[in-house]
């Protein structure tokens, strides 16, 4: 259902005054709502989403903490729905991929410009949709749902890496933020959306609670396999692979078009902006595994593992 606004800003104004007052944290501040860090303009669309979100137990939502290579996913989620369009060399060379950016075309749940923007009731089924939202801070509507949840998970050490250059880089006129400083905040769980490992333990525990709703997938698995964990999520999502479409390069053809090389070639992510009013080109980078290294000495790396070893202890994840 679309929104109306006075709606969302009553929703803001009643929940504002009963948070703690916000934390500045790197090029923003930050406030505490359900556990977890929010941008002011994010809570909005947090509310509306929470209030009146309705969940179809056809959809398909792609989770993940920032930076944990969501716009990578959301590509590969699209082409993997959007089959037709990808299978021969004819449609494949106006596939909605090569002229818009990803997350034009997977709106997020709790971004205001995208929630009011796209009729969402005029998708098609399945509907797919991303959020970076916690599990427990979903809409009850997508917990009760039948719908399928994709979660996506990254080193926490190329995460925090990636989230540093991207600040930078939407924040110019902060000049460039202080690793030191950043890091203190990532270990302490201050980063949008954060703690980082409260999210990713989130999911964790549905996806085993759960494991025909929540598939748990990470960036580095992908990265190492992709044929084979892009055909298990054409499984979970619904839509395999018929043994023609595994003989004539299809998974191929979709990877190729979703790599990092093409999509970041590509004209509209090297100078267009998306609907989130950011430069496409924010989000590619370098995409690789174990970028970190570059960036942080081995003691900023023990300290991040540290702070994992004890926080994911006896969730029987490591990361
Ligand atoms: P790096 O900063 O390490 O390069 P998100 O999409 O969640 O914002 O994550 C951004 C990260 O995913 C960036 O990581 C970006 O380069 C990487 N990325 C973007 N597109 C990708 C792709 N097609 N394949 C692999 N990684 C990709």
Known sequence: KNLPGNDMSQACKDVLPSLPPGEDW?????????????????LRGTLACQNHFQAHNSDILLASNPKSGTTWLMAILFALLNRAKSSDSDS???????????????????????QENPN?????????????????????????????LVYLCRNPKDTFVSLWHFMNKVNPEKGQIPLPECLDNFCRGMSHYGPYWDHVLSYHKASLEMPEKVLFMTYEEMK????????????????????????DGTVEGILRMC??????????????????????KVYFRRGEVGDWVNHMSAEMGERIDGVMEEKLRGSGLKL
Not at 30 to 38: A, E, P, R, T
Request: charged share 20%; with cysteine.
């Open 259 to 280: 790599s990092f090389d093409n999509l970041s070639a590509l004209e509209v992510n090297k100078s267009g902006k998306s609907s989130t009013r950011l430069e496409n």
């Open 120 to 148: 969402l009731a005029a998708f098609t089924s399945p509907r797919l949709l991303a959020t970076h939202l916690p599990y427990p801070s979903l809409p009850q509507s997508v917990r009760d749902s039948e719908c399928k």
């Open 26 to 42: 790197v090029a923003a501040s930050l406030k505490m709502y359900q556990d977890f860090w929010l941008l002011p303009s994010t």
């Open 224 to 247: 190492e396999d992709p044929r084979a964990h892009v055909r298990r999520l054409a499984g979970f999502v619904g839509c395999p692979f018929s043994e023609e479409e595994l003989r």
């Open 92 to 114: 494949q060379a106006c596939h909605p991929l090569l002229t818009q950016n990803p997350h034009d075309l997977v709106p997020y749940l709790e971004v205001p410009s995208q």
